[in-house]
Structure formats: C-alpha cells, structure tokens
C-alpha cells in the first residue's frame, strides 16, 4: 500500500515537515510505500483560473512539480497533509496545491474513497490551528477523501522555530498515532 505525505511549508527542515516525516516513518515501519511531497523543494504553479480543465480534465501548467503530484496521488492509498499556520490559513504554496487539483477533480478520480489525515504547526496555542485543520479537511472532502482523526482532531502543535518540535515526544506520538488510525482506516477499505 501507498501513502502521499505533502507538507505545505516553504521551510525546509521545518516544524510541519518534521512532524510529517514523523508521521510517514510510522508507514514506513508498516510495510508501506511513502512518497514524500515537500513544497520546500518543489514548485508548484497558482492556478490561472482558465478552466480549460472543466473540458478536458488537464491542467494547461505543465511545467512545475503538480503533474508529478497528480500521478503520486492517484496511485496512493492514503495521504497525509501538513502545514503552518500563515496568517490564520494554509501557506500559499499549499494552497496552490489544492486550487489546482480542481483540474483532477473534474476527471472524478482523484482521492475518492482514499483516508487523510491532517497535520498543522503554529507559533502558539489558538494560532489559527483549528482553521488550518479545516481548510485540510475541507480540501479532502471536496476531493471524496476520507478525513481520518489522529488523537482528537488532525493533529494540532505550537512550535517556534525550526526543529523545535523534535523536543515534544507528545507531538511525535501524535504524529503516529495519526499515521496508525489512517492505516487503520486504509487496510479495511481495502478488505
């Protein structure tokens, strides 16, 4: 089986990053296949808003990293998606991500029936974590995902600088935690 981790920060080595490998090591230990998806090191182009897709299915950009997305994701049994809080939203990288799956979206096949989890990193408690996780949720659902809880919601954590979260064991457990309740949900949709 296959997961997708994407983690929307522009900052490599970042919080969100951290907790998403953490969360994808858990797959891994399962056996699964992981692919990772870093907006760190990718690019991915803003929509244009042509709607040449609503015809025929296809993004017209075709000269960024989305394309290879697409073909990661629609060849995946799970996904997990991360991101800082950035003024009370996803980033604008992953937000970029999200606007054009719509092109995929208009094919019908694009996470249908597929668990997520979601993975969010603010400065402090109440940083706009709880948006953040509904905007994910949110993007998934219009997808025909399946939005998987970790230990409460989508796994929500305050973190400062780069790295910080690698001293909050809570956190890390959390991170796999939601990695188990998505395999979970993963292997009896696949039974």
């Known amino acids: 089986m296959k997961v997708v981790g994407i983690s929307g920060s522009p900052r490599n080595g970042g919080n969100t990053e ?5 969360c994808l090591n858990e797959f891994t230990a399962q056996g699964w296949d992981v692919s990772e998806f870093y907006l760190s ?6 929509c244009t808003g042509c709607e040449t897709c609503v015809d025929n299915g296809i993004c017209v950009i075709s000269d960024d990293d989305m394309t290879g997305l697409f073909n990661e ?3 995946c049994d799970a996904v997990i ?7 009370r939203n996803v980033t604008a990288q992953l937000k970029a991500v999200f606007d054009r799956s719509f092109s995929s979206y208009q094919r019908g096949e694009f996470l249908t029936g597929k668990p997520g989890g979601a993975i969010t990193v603010g400065r402090g408690q109440g940083a706009g974590q709880a948006i953040v996780l509904t905007v994910i949720y949110n993007y998934l659902l219009s997808c025909g995902a399946l939005p998987v809880p970790g230990e409460l919601n989508g796994l929500s954590a305050a973190a400062n600088k780069p790295g910080d979260i690698l001293t909050q064991e809570k956190r890390l457990e959390q991170a796999r935690i939601l990695a188990r309740n998505v395999i979970k949900y993963a292997e009896k949709l696949r039974a």
């Not at 998606?81 to 003024?87: E, H, L, M, W």
């Open 81 to 87: 998606i991360g991101s800082p809080v950035y003024y």
């Open 18 to 22: 951290c907790l998403v490998r953490e």
């Open 73 to 75: 994701l629609a060849g």
């Open 41 to 46: 090191e990718k690019t991915v182009n803003p």
